[in-house]
């Protein structure tokens, strides 16, 4: 593990688009997810509930938390990373502290561990009936940055 | 936690054909997961891959995979309960080994831990392609049977 | 997983004092760990570093923030069950963020969802050095809370 | 993560000699936990059991069986890595299957992904009694080989 604290980042405006943009593509815009807000070392997602995100049971699978929770982790860590590495995830561990069947999830991400190898990021999933938040889920996820050049892209 | 070790549990036919039919309901049959065997203690299942499937590289996405892993370890939960429980998730945890991008993943779970409160199980997920199958994600999951008179559903 | 969300708890000063010296016994006395604060929902507890809590390279053993996060999590715990229950570890996840190897550990635990059956706690570690403060781990706990008739105990 | 599957390792005599004596220094000496085989991605070590091992109800403390499972795929990391880098562990979780009381404990770790920057590993804490095994916690490790030169020891 690399013993580098907090750095301070800058993070483009320019940047900040293309990954609010960047985020809804593949299994993620088939979700229906969307990037809502980046900062340094910070993502926030939105999905508004349908159907199609619920379990057998009517409350929203632990599935689409997951996915949220670690594809928000993600572009939390793509804010601290030059355009030319890749983000991709190593685990993550989430915790589901209360069955979710609000209207809208939102995700909050933010990385707690910056590093050149590990990054380290906090997620929490929050359910929203009307103006009432309440947090549904929360997870632990590891990440790994890695140059474009070492990734052979399947696009 | 319970110190009942494992337990011969018998799984009828209409029961298993049951769960197979219904593993594949909202979020589950969005993504194209379907159930194709059941075991006590152990179920398996199965989605082709398609374009919707796969994340900003190519890949196939991070939460495909544990979706499938914690919805497979679910039912292979299912197996042991009778059916006036319901299983919902407290937790997984879930390393990804090596990219995903085969035509096809293969989920299989197992209940290593079977209790009244808590049961613990393990989930795989394999890449194929072609007739090559190689492990691309591990999952410890965490569920608990829950009474379906305790549950209020959201159909 | 119970719907209950955060109740009203009352810790009196006699069952805090009684959780503080509770915490060390056994394994944990054998650490060095001493419980310092008790409050409903929270817990925090302190080390004294010494050459045997290292690893081989010097630096504080992960085994020892492990124990130190699941503990201190099983305490804040007990601040929220009534005395005639015991709470066990179900499961939890710990990422190490940096190399710790200050002269104290301080551990501080809250329960983030409390329940009849399962209780989730979250723990971090900080690392001292003089007056400086670090966080080097976090911790997601899973705990279940059992009726003391229903342990055999091995004391 | 790198896309590298399982190579061919050699494991010399020294070396594995050397691992077995190196496992047991430091928190690990003082917990009692003794190396007792090193092959090529896969570790095992043993405890015996003494009262300084258990909880406030007799049973194993859930800290000493993570801190062997979390060591003992240190070692099996370090069976597949160079004598100039040193194993670090970015996380784990770890599942308590059933209360642990026996007389010894013996822990199993293998390397289901091995890489140059991310090795993962899994880990089984048996219990003892007599000639009976049971398991009663199951690991997944994620660490992380670094160069000895990047690392400050503190020793």
Chains 1, 2, 3, 4 share one sequence.
Do not use: W
Not at 10 to 36: M, N, Q, T, Y
Not at 45 to 55: L, P
């Amino acid at each position: 593990m690399n013993k580098d604290g907090a750095t301070a980042h800058v993070l483009s405006k320019e940047r900040a688009d293309f990954l609010l943009r960047d985020f809804g593509r593949g299994f993620v815009k088939f979700c229906g997810f969307e990037g809502i807000a980046a900062d340094p070392g910070r993502f926030e997602s939105r999905v508004q509930i349908e159907s199609r995100h619920r379990q057998q049971d009517g409350f929203i699978h632990a599935g689409v938390m997951a996915t949220m929770a670690d594809h928000t982790a993600g572009y939390a860590a793509f804010t601290l990373v030059s355009q030319d590495h890749r983000i991709l995830t190593v685990e993550f561990k989430i915790n589901f502290l209360r069955p979710a069947s609000g209207e809208c999830l939102i995700c909050r991400a933010t990385v707690i561990k910056d590093g050149s190898r590990i990054i380290i990021a906090e997620s929490e999933v929050c359910d929203l009936h009307g103006r009432q938040e309440s947090v549904v889920a929360k997870a632990l996820v590891t990440l790994t940055a890695v140059p474009v050049n070492r990734i052979v892209s399947k696009d």
